[in-house]
């Protein structure tokens, strides 16, 4: 359909050599955009970079640490050398660390809110500051459940930068959106990437505390995010922005005490002490 069509759009994708930042870039080239594709993983970047040359549009590279202000400035004039506008953010590259409260080291923290979050502004800064020029625009951030709940488990500096987007994308939702650039943020549950699945095979029962809060009954995939892209990135969202939009699989929804449905009927099973079903 029309409004969907990203034809003739440049967009720019961090974190694009693998997971939900990969999953992005394709869905925007299928879509019809041409792309600057960003990770410190050039390699996992021009891999990308070859897909969407695959499907006919044009796509550059570049090896950027998001994390530095100053590579996010020398970023933004390769996109205007080689494209001169962006039209689309997707703001999704990002690391975070694991520590306990009484335990984490405020370097570890001061890491984390640089990389999360002064990274994330300064990506929409620039991006930000072309759009306004144009009048147009729309940025994407990735944050996730933990930008409005706690997670535990030595979250604690990543559930702050996490909670730090939510309110950057309201914030800036507010100040451009009237000059014609919408922000929204999308906000993840566990979807499945290297990290996480090392995670899960260190701790055994990791996945199945995942699910057992999770009411659709799988983690996520990074070709969920695939839609939300497109839609946001199109003239088929113009009325929206400042949006906080779960891709959860129920999980914010449900109640901390609730039980997922797949859970609920395993529970419900008759047992070999349950006599009441025979």
Same mark, same amino acid.
């Given at each position: 359909?029309?409004?969907?069509?990203?034809?003739?759009?440049?967009?720019?994708?961090?974190?694009?050599?693998?997971?939900?930042?990969?999953?992005?870039?394709?869905?925007?080239?299928?879509?019809?955009?041409?792309?600057?594709?960003?990770?410190?993983n050039l390699e996992g970047a021009q891999s990308t970079a070859r897909e969407v040359r695959a499907l006919g549009r044009t796509a550059h590279t570049a090896g950027t640490d998001v994390a530095d202000p100053a590579a996010v400035t020398d970023l933004f004039h390769l996109v205007d050398d080689r494209f001169g506008r962006v039209d689309f953010l997707g703001n999704i590259a990002g690391d975070g660390i694991l520590g306990k409260p009484e335990d984490l080291p405020i370097a570890d923290l001061e890491a984390v809110l640089k990389n999360?979050?002064?990274?994330?502004?300064a990506m929409c800064q620039e991006a930000g500051r072309r759009m306004l020029a144009r009048g147009r625009g729309s940025i994407l951030n990735i944050g996730s459940i933990a930008s409005v709940r706690a997670l535990g488990r030595g979250h604690v500096a990543y559930s702050?930068?996490?909670?730090?987007?939510?309110?950057?994308?309201?914030?800036?939702?507010?100040?451009?959106?009237?000059?014609?650039?919408?922000?929204?943020?999308?906000?993840?549950?566990?979807?499945?990437?290297?990290?996480?699945?090392?995670?899960?095979?260190? *701790?055994? +029962?990791?996945? &199945?505390?995942?699910?057992? =809060?999770? $009411?659709?009954?799988?983690?996520?995939?990074? /070709?969920d995010i695939m839609g939300l892209v497109v839609?946001?990135?199109?003239?088929?969202?113009?009325?929206?922005?400042?949006?906080?939009?779960?891709? *959860?699989? +129920?999980?914010? &929804?449900?109640?901390?005490? =609730?039980? $997922?449905?797949?859970?609920?009927?395993?529970? /419900?099973?008759?047992?070999?002490?349950?006599?009441?079903?025979?």
């Open positions: 359909m029309k409004m969907f069509d990203l034809s003739g759009r440049v967009a720019v994708i961090s974190g694009a050599a693998q997971g939900l930042g990969h999953a992005a870039a394709l869905a925007v080239a299928q879509a019809g955009a041409d792309l600057m594709l960003v990770d410190r999360l979050v002064i990274g994330r502004f702050m930068a996490m909670g730090a987007v939510a309110q950057l994308t309201r914030e800036l939702s507010t100040e451009w959106s009237h000059r014609g650039v919408r922000v929204n943020a999308v906000l993840p549950a566990q979807v499945v990437n290297p990290s996480l699945t090392e995670r899960m095979r260190q *701790d055994p +029962g990791l996945e &199945a505390r995942f699910l057992s =809060g999770i $009411p659709i009954g799988r983690l996520g995939r990074p /070709a839609l946001l990135a199109s003239d088929a969202s113009e009325w929206i922005t400042g949006a906080i939009i779960p891709m *959860d699989g +129920g999980n914010l &929804a449900m109640n901390a005490g =609730g039980t $997922p449905g797949h859970v609920g009927a395993i529970l /419900a099973m008759p047992h070999e002490h349950d006599t009441s079903t025979r």
